[in-house]
C-alpha cells in the first residue's frame, strides 16, 4: 500500500496523526471513527492471536512446520523451492545495501531492474506455497486477527470511547458486512503510506513545528513515547531522519527534490558515496567529472549548471565521438589537466 494522496491533502492526514484517529462516512453506518493503534493495543492483539492459535491447534489444524514437513514428503514442494526463495531473499536484502553504496543513478537503475526481478519470483514463490499450504493454525489465527483488528479500530464517537460494535455485534456480522467495514478502514489507513509519512515528513507545516522540539517527542506530542500512536512515532523518527540528512547535504536540494522523498535520499546517498570517493574537483572544490557518469548521472549530483558549461563531461559522448574508445591524451583533455 503505496498511495500517494495529493499535496494539499497532506495537512489534513498531518492532523490526523496529531489527533491519534481518522474519519470516514458511510452510508449505512454514518460517521465513523478509525483509531490509530498504539503499543498497547498490539498486546491486546498479540494476546488475542495466542489465543485463536491455540483454538485451531486444538481443533486438529496443522501448524505451519507440520504443514510444510508433508508438502515436502509428498513432493507438491521441494526443499529446492524452498532453498530458492531464501536464496532470493537474501539477494534482496544484499543488493539494497550495494544499491546505497553506489555513487551513478545510472548503476543504481541498473541494479533496481536486478531487485525488481528477484522481489517478483519471490512472491510467486510465496504464492504457490500459500496455495498448497491450504488452512493451518497460524493461517487461520492470522484471518481471526485480521477481523479482531478491525474491530478494535472503529469507534462511533470522535474520542474513540464507544466503539462501533459490541463483540457480540461484530462476531455476527455477514461476510458482506465485514468487508463493507474493511473498505471503511482501508480507505482511511491508505493516507498513511510509507511514501505520505516521508512527504509529511519533509513538509514545511511539520519541519517547522519540529525544529521547536529539540528532537523531543513528548515536547512534539505531549505524551510519553510509549503513548504514541504507530503514525505518531513512525513520523518523528522520519522527521528527525530527514533533519539529519538535510542539515549534512552540501547543497539545498531543489523545490521538486523536497516533493520526492526518495530522490531527496537517493541525491544524498550520491553525495555522501561522492565525497567519500573523492570525485574529481575543479578550483572551486566542486566535482566537475566523474568517470563512466552519463549526463543524467550528473544532473542527479546538481553538477549540470547550464548546457553549455564546459565543465560538466558526458563521458559516455565523448566516447562515442571518438569511435569507442578515448586515449590518455583525450581524459587529460577532459579533465583539463
Known sequence: MNEKVPKEKLRQVYADILRGRSNRFDVTYGKVFIKHLTVWDTELLDERREEYFVQAEQSGLPNNKERMGMLLEE?????????????????????????????LKSEKDALQLDIERAEKEVDKLIAEKSQLFGLTSEIYADKKINDYYIYLTLYKDEECLGGLF????????????????????????????????????????????????????????????????????????????????????????????????????????????????????????????????????????????????????????????KGGTLSMEDMIKLHGV
Open 166 to 321: 459490541t463483540e457480540e455485534e461484530f462476531d455476527e456480522l455477514s461476510d458482506i458486512e465485514l468487508s463493507r467495514l474493511v473498505n471503511i478502514y482501508n480507505g482511511a489507513s491508505s493516507n498513511f503510506s510509507e511514501l505520505n509519512m516521508k512527504r509529511i515528513a519533509l513538509s514545511s507545516f511539520f519541519l517547522n513545528n519540529y525544529h521547536l522540539c529539540k528532537d523531543n517527542p513528548f515536547i512534539f506530542f505531549g505524551k510519553p513515547v510509549v503513548d504514541l500512536t504507530y503514525h505518531q512515532a513512525d513520523l518523528f523518527a522520519y522527521g528527525r531522519y530527514y533533519k539529519h540528512v538535510l542539515s549534512e547535504m552540501k547543497h539545498p536540494p531543489s523545490a521538486d527534490i523536497m516533493q520526492d522523498p526518495d530522490k531527496l535520499i537517493e541525491l544524498y546517498e550520491i553525495e555522501k558515496n561522492q565525497e567519500e570517493r573523492g570525485g574529481g574537483k575543479d578550483h572551486t572544490g566542486v566535482a566537475s567529472t566523474i568517470v563512466g557518469a552519463t549526463k543524467e548521472d550528473l544532473e542527479a549530483l546538481g553538477m549540470t549548471k547550464d548546457p553549455h558549461d564546459s565543465s560538466v563531461v558526458d563521458l559516455n559522448e565523448e566516447i562515442r565521438k
Open 75 to 103: 513432493g507438491t514442494w521441494t526443499q529446492k523451492n524452498e532453498d530458492r526463495q531464501k536464496e532470493q531473499e537474501r539477494f534482496i536484502l544484499m543488493m539494497g545495501e550495494t544499491k546505497k553504496k553506489m555513487l
